[in-house]
């Protein structure tokens, strides 16, 4: 029996320092990733993201890099992609729906970018940016309550909301 208990324990010591050595890599993959991000090096830091996922596959913020270096490299099909991993393992992300929004805004889904907005708006009923765009594309669509949604934008922050209304809401 004491032979048992100790294999028991010596496998689940194992599998939590493997668990720790998988974190540290995945970390490492992120932070490379994150480094040539903001480098606008966008196709390497998908590469790295993608090591950071397959060795911790649960990493929420690598997908949603991941996500958004898609979307700045006109992959909006697979920015979608890992916004909606990213939403599905963090459902209360205000940034993960705004930002699933831009990528469906370049495919030209307004309805379905205005959703997202409406989602980011209800987790944060503040959230300046998801107004903005929430606005921008209403009225893109022809609906002028787009501009009190600039004004709301506005009201809550976002520096540009004035240019906005001055160009869209006469």
Do not use: W
């Not at 668990?19 to 540290?24: F, L, S």
């Not at 830091?45 to 090591?51: G, R, T, V």
């Not at 469906?104 to 205005?114: P, V």
Request: aromatic share 12%; net charge neutral.
């Amino acid at each position: 029996m004491n032979k048992i208990i100790h294999s028991i324990c010596f496998v689940f010591i194992l599998s939590f320092c493997q668990a720790q050595n998988n974190d540290v890599l995945a970390l490492k993959h992120y932070t490379s990733g994150m480094e040539k991000y903001n480098a606008t090096n966008y196709e390497s830091a998908i590469n790295d993201f993608s090591k950071a996922i397959e060795t911790s596959p649960k990493f929420v913020e690598a997908y949603f890099q991941r996500g958004c270096a898609k979307h700045y490299s006109d992959d909006y099909k697979g920015a979608i992609e890992d916004f909606n991993k990213a939403i599905e393992l963090r459902p209360n992300s205000e940034v993960f729906y705004k930002q699933r929004g831009s990528s469906k805004t370049m495919l030209k889904d307004y309805k379905g970018a205005i959703s997202d907005c409406d989602k980011a708006i209800e987790i944060k009923p503040d959230y300046d940016k998801a107004y903005a765009l929430r606005g921008i594309l209403k009225i893109e669509l022809g609906e002028i309550e787009g501009c009190h949604d600039l004004a709301k934008a506005g009201e809550y922050g976002y520096v540009n909301a004035a240019i906005f209304i001055k160009k869209y809401c006469k």
